[in-house]
Each structure stands twice: as C-alpha cells, then as structure tokens.
C-alpha cells in the first residue's frame, strides 16, 4: 500500500509539472507582441554655436519571446499631412532648418535585444561654430530587422524628434493657406472638406485653431468646424491638412468655404474664401454589376498654390482606378502631385487608408479607392501559398496606382474598424498586394493596434491598379486575455483559444482526481 501511495505521490508532481509547463506557456503566447519602449523619446534642446549636449535614449524590448536586431540611424525630421513625424533620408532633408549634421555621433549603431533587454545609447548633438540662430530639426529613427512570424514579416520603430534652439532670434510665425479642396460623393451623401495650412516662418506654429465655414449663395452658414491644433506643432515649410465634413450632402448650386488659421492669442495669420459650383452629371462605374450613379463635379473659381489637389469625383490624366471592377467610386481620391512636395495621400476619411512615397520626387499621380467586397482577381487572397495566395482570410482591401515614378516604395496604411477585424488575431494582421496574377505579402510590416492600423511597404513600380488587402488570422471561440502594451503604448487585446483552455484545465481536473484518491487511501490505513 505504501508503494501504491508512493506512486500516487510521483503522478501528482508529474501533473504539477505538466501544468506549471503549460500554464508558462500560454502565458508566453499572450505576451509575445514585439515591441519596443523607448525612454528620452523627445530632445528638445537650447544650445549655442559651439556647445553640445550628450543625450541618453534607452531601448527596451517589450516582447517575452521575439529578439529584436536594432539599427540607429541619423536623419532628417519630416511631416506628414496629418502632423505624424516622418525620417527623411539625406536626399529628402533638404530644408534650411535641418539639424541632421549636429548629431555628430551615436555611440552605438546597431545592437541586438534579447526579450525584456534594455539597450541605452548615447547620442552628442554638437551646434558647429557660426551657426545663426534660430529653431533647427532632426530625427534619430530607431528601427528592428524584419521579424517573420507566420510568414509575416514586420518591424518595430521609433523615431525621437530632435529640436534645437539656437537663442537670439526673433520667432516669426507666419503661414498661410495654400488651398481649399472640396470632395463630393454621390446626392445627397457626406460632403468632405479640407483645408492646408502652409509654415512659411521661421519656427514652429502650435496653440493655433483652424475655422472652416460652409455657406450657401445666399450666405446662409451651413456647417462650421473648429480644429485646434496643440500637438504635434507645424514645422516650417511643412503642410498640415484640416478636415470638415457636412453629412448632409449638397443640391445643385454655388457654395462659398472660408478657411481661417489664427494663432493662441487670437492673431489671424492667414484667411482664404474659395467658390465651389455643384453640378448634377451622370457617370457610368463599372463594378461587379454595373450600375449608374448620379454623382456632382466641382470646380473652383480661385487657383490655389502649390498644395496637392485632390479630387474624388472622375479621374483624371492617366488614372484608370474608376474602371476597377469593385471599386466604390465615392472612395476614389486622385492627387497630382508637383516638384518639391511631399508624396503623401491622406485618404483615411474616404478610403480608409494612407499613401506615402518614399525614395522618388518629382511630379506625379497617386489614386487610391477602397472595394466593396473581395478584389475580383483570377487566385482569391485566401487561396492557398502555393496556388498564389496568402493562404489567410481575407479582411478588407483598397487599390493603389502611381504613375510618374519608376523606383522607390509605397508606405501604404490601411485603417480597421474593430467589427471588421472580431474574430481575428490582431498580432496576425499583415498587408498583401496582388501583382500579376499572385498575391505577395508586403514587406516591412508596422502594427499599429492603438491606431487601429497596418502599414506596409511596396515597391511603386508595381503599383499599376494593384489590388492591397489586410487579412489575418481567425482565432475561433476566443476569450479576452489582460492587454498587452505594444511600442506606441496602446493596449492590444490578444485572444486564448478555447483548445488552450481545455489543456490548462485538464490537468487540473486530473489532479484533483489523484488528491481525491489518495485521501481515500490515506483514510482506509487509518480505518485498519
């Protein structure tokens, strides 16, 4: 009897074993988003010619299971239209205002991060001699290797904004409001409006607010927006687009949009009025089914500068994205762009999604629209690697075409709402594309679950009416597990599947079975 209780005895350790290993592991899965958390994630400096300052950053990799191989780069601070920062590459840092070459040296340039490591660099930023005062920019872009999970690849970045002072100058905060655009959609439907609000000074511009005002040709206001700007501020010789909407859609007739920026103290530093004439057309979409929609055009009375222009009504030059089959013609967005801009596209209100061209310059067009179900293409998104597929679900997709550029790639990021991904594993989200005739997983992968985001590069040459899609992995009957925090400093929400449940109580079940017997047997010994 006693050999028996002994052989009891070693089950129960082997079961305490079995789920100590399993309840260390599930906890493993939940907490293996890669990830970085950087400290000192913004230099804001004073300094005169000839100083210089050691700045500390640490890196810490957030993930419990995926080492990160880390590169450090110095390059120049760009803006997008939605203020995000952007790492210009010496060739795109062109502005009077860099600081790029006042970083004089990171001590450590590449290193690798073990779960839960934490790396410090140190960064000199020296102010050469005869430098002249005034507010100059830079960014240091802290960024992984490709990291492959599920035949994903993605990385993590960061990129620390760098701003100097160098004191004796007078702050001259003057800007100016380069255009007003107007994107109409079908009758009747939403009405978007936006405005862009050129630095032209000196320093930076923020606590400033932005009036868009929409009125009839009777004076009669419509819809008035403030926006208020109080982070991130404007750069100088960078754009910030301002966004109005009026759901209630437009009749045939003329309309008047006034755009005023005034700085914190109420100061007007720049006001423009353009004139928009709306017209009934008739516009034949061929999709899925073709239909005929009633859609309006718009022209405008004043010719703006140089700020890119951007219709979604018919498209234009060499655009042929309207004739896509599924494309929904009130998501469609066209921008020209001229020398000298920024290629950036900021459709997330019409197609839920962003372009940014990086490595080219020059003039060009971009068009991007968003499907109304499933590209229609010869190998479905799911279909299987070796048939062409990406082998995963299929969640959402746009269409992206670039004409006038032949290199470089396509930032593009395609927005979720949270019912279009439930179900799925927002740690297996991924971007494909497909180019003739087979879908490829995008390269460069960044998941941005606090922003409900994917973004991911492609090369523009292969943007031609390419079909993007976002799609992932089901995870089927899912629990919600405690958030994780990812590198912006969100929560993302990570699912346990019901299989994983089942393994984890199992032992325990068994477990109490053995105790139970053993209790027995303890108490017939005690009974004899």
């Known amino acids: 009897m006693k ?197 032209i000074g000196n320093c930076r511009i923020d606590t400033a607010r932005m009036t868009m005002t929409l009125t009839d040709s009777g004076g009669a206001q419509l819809v008035q927006n403030v926006s208020k700007l109080a982070s991130p501020s404007i750069l100088p010789t960078f754009t910030r687009t301002f966004t109005m909407n009026y759901s209630q859609g437009l009749s045939v007739g003329k309309y008047n949009v006034k755009a005023e920026l005034r700085l914190g103290d109420g100061t007007i530093l720049s006001s423009s009025t353009s004139t928009f004439n709306i017209t009934a057309a008739t516009a034949t979409i061929t999709s899925s089914t073709t239909t005929t929609a009633t859609t309006k055009t718009v022209s405008t009375t004043k010719t703006t500068g140089a700020n890119p222009t951007t219709t979604a009504t018919a498209p234009a030059d060499n655009s042929t994205i309207a004739s896509i089959p599924g494309i929904d013609p009130t998501t469609i967005t066209i921008t020209r762009f001229l020398p000298g801009q920024i290629l950036y596209v900021d459709a997330k209100n019409t197609a839920s999604s962003q372009v940014y061209l990086k490595g080219v310059t020059g003039a060009g067009v971009v068009s991007i629209g968003a499907y109304t179900s499933e590209p229609q293409v010869a190998i479905p998104f799911s279909a299987g690697i070796i048939k062409g597929g990406t082998g995963k679900p299929y969640i959402k997709a746009v269409d992206a075409q670039v004409s006038g550029y032949n290199s470089g790639d396509a930032e593009i990021t395609i927005y979720y709402a949270n019912d279009e991904v439930n179900g799925f594993d927002l740690n297996s989200l991924f971007l494909g594309y497909c180019y003739q005739g087979t879908w490829h997983i995008c390269s460069n992968l960044v998941l941005s679950p606090d922003s409900n985001s994917v973004t991911a590069d492609i090369p523009i040459i292969r943007l031609t009416g390419t079909p993007v899609a976002l799609g992932g992995t089901l995870i089927e009957n899912t629990m919600v597990a405690p958030p994780v925090t990812n590198s912006q400093g969100g929560n993302t929400q990570v699912g346990i599947s019901w299989s994983m449940v089942a393994l984890i109580v199992s032992p325990i079940i068994v477990l109490g079975g053995i105790a139970a017997l053993v209790m027995r047997e303890k108490r017939k010994q005690t009974s004899r």
């Open 3 to 199: 050999n028996m209780i002994k052989n009891l005895s070693v089950r129960i350790t082997l079961a305490a074993v079995i789920l100590a290993i399993l309840l260390v592991s599930a906890t493993s899965a939940v907490y293996a988003v890669p990830g970085i958390n950087v400290k000192n994630n913004l230099i804001n400096l004073t300094l005169s010619p000839g100083q210089h300052s050691v700045q500390t950053i640490s890196i810490t990799n957030v993930s419990t299971t995926e080492a990160l191989d880390m590169q450090v780069e110095v390059d120049g601070l760009g803006q997008g239209a939605d203020g995000s920062s952007i790492a210009l590459v010496a060739s795109q840092d062109t502005s009077p205002f860099s600081a790029r070459n006042f970083i004089t040296s990171i001590d450590v340039t590449s290193f690798h991060l073990e779960p839960n490591d934490v790396q410090v660099i140190n960064a000199t930023i020296t102010v050469p001699d005869g430098t002249a005062p005034g507010e100059r920019y830079a960014a240091i872009y802290i960024y992984s290797g490709v990291i492959t999970s599920d035949k994903v690849g993605m990385r993590v970045a960061s990129i620390i904004p760098v701003i100097i002072t160098i004191p004796g100058f007078t702050p001259d905060k003057t800007g100016q409001i380069t255009g007003i655009q107007m994107t109409p959609t079908n009758a009747d439907e939403q009405v978007q409006i936006q405005s862009y609000f050129k630095n």
